[in-house]
């Protein structure tokens, strides 16, 4: 998978797999999602965070994280064929970082950079019903504004009917735990490579010729 920059290929389709993680739950979801674009043949996967915010008017994050994928630019939107969004719940909406970011897409939005593009979404939660869903919907709002089309997960996967960890038809979901260390259970890992896998090939279906 890319986390280096890079422009997208002119042959392969790429998948923006953007996330916020605090724990580093959020960031093993994007991980499998990320496996499961690569999966799919003539697809590579972008991973890429955003840095955290602060109630201060101050920098809080170096220009380049310690670990982990790159930030994000807004030419990654550009440059996609996909996009995977995930972050952690907050109070049942998505983490204000990850909303931050999104406050400052109005050219692309303008522009209509990622107009007709598929997107899905995955998230992690404290509890086992901490927001899970509405977070999911939650994030899926400005993607709808930006004219993206939603993929979510099917019930031809029997793992939505079994699973007791995460895992929901908006999109892959995990339960970390109150602190964050509870492993991803085997539905959740194998709900959130399927979710990278339909990404990808409704992607590589709906590319627009270069």
């Not at 079994?162 to 929901?168: D, L, V």
Request: a negative charge; glycine letters at 10%; proline letters at 7%.
């Amino acid at each position: 998978m890319n986390t280096a920059h890079s422009h997208s290929s002119s042959v392969n389709a790429t998948i923006l797999v953007l996330y916020y993680s605090r724990h580093g739950a959020t960031r093993k979801l994007a991980e499998l999602i990320a496996q499961g674009v690569e999966s799919v043949p003539g697809c590579d996967a972008r991973l890429r965070t955003v840095p955290a915010v602060s109630t201060v008017a101050e920098a809080v994050e170096p220009d380049v994280p310690a670990s982990g994928a790159p930030y994000v630019e807004l030419s990654d939107l550009e440059e996609c064929d996909g996009l995977a969004l995930g972050s952690p719940t907050r109070f049942g909406n998505m983490a204000a970082a990850m909303k931050y970011f999104w406050d400052g897409t109005a050219p692309q939005w303008l522009s209509g950079a990622l107009s007709g593009k598929p997107a899905g979404v995955f998230t992690s939660t404290g509890s086992m019903h901490g927001g899970q869903e509405s977070t999911l919907l939650s994030m899926m709002i400005p993607l709808l504004h930006h004219g993206m089309l939603l993929v979510g997960l099917p019930y031809t996967h029997p793992e939505l009917m079994n699973t007791n960890s995460g895992g929901t038809p908006y999109g892959a979901s995990h339960w970390a735990g109150v602190n964050g260390n509870q492993p991803l259970s085997d539905d959740s890992r194998t709900l959130a490579i399927a979710l990278g896998k339909r990404l990808a090939e409704t992607a590589k279906q709906l590319r627009r010729p270069s």
